[in-house]
Each structure stands twice: as structure tokens, then as C-alpha cells.
């Protein structure tokens, strides 16, 4: 698998939570056993265009980044990393359930170690 398309998958998933965040705000925030208030959709619908937008950066990078596509790549699965931990941290202290974070970090973890492997394998 080369690390374009593993920029286009993560783009995807962005993509997916993006649109959920913000379009989809309270079933979103319920599938993570948030109690919905006014204050967390509006927090929700910011993370939603910040998902996009994080969206938009993924899947542009391959065509931009030439050979700096392996450092952005290990740049991204630091990024990953960071979400699993703080994911996991939620998770472990209650602070989150349901499927929404179990999902999530499962796929971030899988797309943080290909961006990782395939980024130090094509070195």
C-alpha cells in the first residue's frame, strides 16, 4: 500500500467524521454518550469543518509534497498517535463510550501504523 492512498483513506475518514460532526451533530455526540447541549453541537459543528478541512490537507498532500512524502507521512502518524492517546485517555477515564470513540480509535491506530510502515519502507 503507498503512502498516497493511505493519504487519500485518511482524507475518507476525515471526511466521514467531518460530515457526522456537522451535519449530524446530536446523532454524532450521542454515539459517543455525550449528553447534547447547545454549547457542545456548536464545539461539535467547529470540529466538524476542522475535520474537513483536515480532509481537504490529506487528500492534497500526495499531489504536493513530492519527495517530502514520506516526512509528511511519519508527520501524520505522530498526528495519529497523539489521537490514539488522548482517545484511549477518554476512553480508560469514562469520559467517552459507544461506538463512536472504540471505532475511531481503532482506525486512526490501523492508519497510523501504515502511515508509519510504509512511510520508513519506502525510504
Known sequence: MSVKL?????????LINGLGALFLTQFF??????????DISTLAEFIGVTFLILALISWRIPDIA???????????????????????????????????PYVNIVIIAIISILFFTQSSKSE
Do not use: C, D, R
Open 6 to 14: 493511505i493519504f487519500k483513506i485518511q482524507a475518507i475518514i476525515n
Open 29 to 38: 455526540l450521542e454515539q459517543a454518550n455525550f449528553e447534547v447541549t447547545a
Open 66 to 100: 513530492g519527495a517530502a512524502i514520506n516526512s509528511f507521512g511519519k508527520l501524520y502518524a505522530l498526528g495519529g498517535l497523539l489521537w490514539v492517546l488522548i482517545v484511549g485517555y477518554h476512553i480508560l477515564m469514562g469520559q467517552v463510550s459507544g461506538p463512536t
